[in-house]
């Protein structure tokens, strides 16, 4: 019966908001403890009575994946990440995969938010940047690569990624011919995905 949403305000900051769904009457807002919360992209995931979101736009740093009770609008915890968090997670099984951009991708324990695996480019020469969602069957995590517009030299590769779920070893990686930002979908053994060049800024 409610909706959770979030706006972004002028002074750099974000509101999350639970509404009632026939009324639209606020219930309550989350600003952060200290009325940090960036502005957010991810959609919140919400799983026995809590959701799961990430803060962060396209150049933010050092932002949070971010665990709220659903019903009361307090927060559980907060993980940091060296990356934005813009990235819609899964959670499952009592874990939480979010991507944090040129960070890589994080298994978290969806009951306290400690990290339970880690995945970066490691040898690749290549960037990797997660910002699409993700899609947990069975225990494959199904996700893709965008690109940062912001590195000269190296925009970052284009790919989607199977990996085991369990351990966030990679199983296959598949090139993409552009960005994608999109989240995958498994349908007759087939994974669909979408995939642009759209830049918001032209």
């Known amino acids: 019966d409610s909706v959770y949403a979030a706006y972004y305000r002028t002074n750099g900051y974000s509101t999350l908001v639970r509404l009632d769904r026939q009324t639209l009457t606020p219930k309550w807002e989350f600003l952060g403890k200290d009325d940090d919360l960036r502005q957010m992209i991810s959609t919140p995931c919400i799983a026995e009575g809590r959701l799961y979101f990430g803060e962060g736009f396209h150049e933010d740093k050092n932002c949070h994946v971010f665990c709220v009770d659903a019903e009361k609008g307090e ?14 997670p899964a959670v499952v099984n009592g874990k939480v995969y979010i991507g ?39 225990n494959r995590l199904y996700c893709a690569t965008g690109v940062d517009r912001n590195e000269k030299d190296d925009k970052g590769e284009t790919a989607v990624f199977c990996l085991d779920a369990s351990t966030g070893k990679e199983i296959w990686r598949t090139p993409a011919p552009y960005p994608v930002w999109s989240t995958p ?15 918001v800024y032209e």
């Open 185 to 199: 979908i498994l349908k007759d053994g087939k994974l669909f995905i979408t995939s642009g060049n759209g830049d």
């Open 100 to 138: 944090a951009g040129n960070d890589g991708i994080y298994c978290l324990d969806a009951k306290d938010g400690k990290e339970i695996w880690h995945f970066q480019r490691g040898a690749n020469p290549h960037i990797l940047r997660f910002g699409g969602g993700m899609l947990l069957v069975g």
């Open 75 to 88: 927060e559980v915890w907060r993980f940091r990440t060296a990356g934005q968090t813009e990235s819609s």
